[in-house]
């Protein structure tokens, strides 16, 4: 019950918190969106562009994409894809806490401070996002497997175009 009673006094003091510091919390979230778009961005096109190359089609299709997933080599580029973009919505979170932990003292860090600190973190959270990323990706393998399985036996006769335009 007395978890009941502090609920208001709670939703008050993170509206405090909010009022004080809003702005700060806007820039950290813009900052790692800039940095999110101008790293992850070029990344993934320069990966689907040298894909495209050396397929040497015009095109890729679905299947095509996916093959390369589950290759070897795209599998690598998948986690590490992955693991990137993970990292990157940690050190947000890390950022906003910083934030708005930092709100009540009179002398905030500045915007390069936070920076700062969460470069010097950088390795270490990429190296658990990596592993999160892998074990998810094991988690999610027998489920795949089974999702395979039932696709390729109901309708692996076709190709998924040949559903969507016959309907047989």
């Not at 702005?23 to 900052?31: D, E, G, S």
């Not at 950022?95 to 969460?118: E, H, K, T, W, Y």
């Not at 074990?135 to 039932?150: H, S």
Request: proline share 4%; with cysteine.
């Amino acid at each position: 019950m007395t978890s009941d009673l502090s609920a208001p006094l709670v939703i008050r003091s993170v509206r405090a918190m909010f009022r004080r510091c809003w702005r700060r919390l806007l820039a950290v979230h813009v900052a790692v969106s800039l940095v999110s778009v101008l790293l992850l961005a070029p990344l993934m096109t320069a990966l689907l562009g040298w894909l495209v190359l050396a397929s040497g089609d015009a095109a890729l299709t679905d299947e095509d994409i996916l093959f390369f997933v589950l290759s070897p080599r795209g599998a690598l580029v998948f986690v590490l894809l992955a693991s990137l973009q993970l990292t990157l919505g940690v050190l947000e979170q890390a950022a906003v806490i910083a934030v708005a932990a930092d709100s009540r003292r009179n002398a905030p860090l500045g915007f390069l401070q936070v920076g700062r600190a969460l470069l010097g973190r950088l390795f270490p959270v990429f190296r658990l996002s990596v592993r999160l990323v892998l074990k998810l990706c094991l988690l999610a393998l027998p489920f795949l497997l089974l999702m395979a399985w039932i696709y390729h036996s109901a309708l692996g006769e076709h190709d998924i175009n040949y559903y969507l335009a016959y309907k047989p």
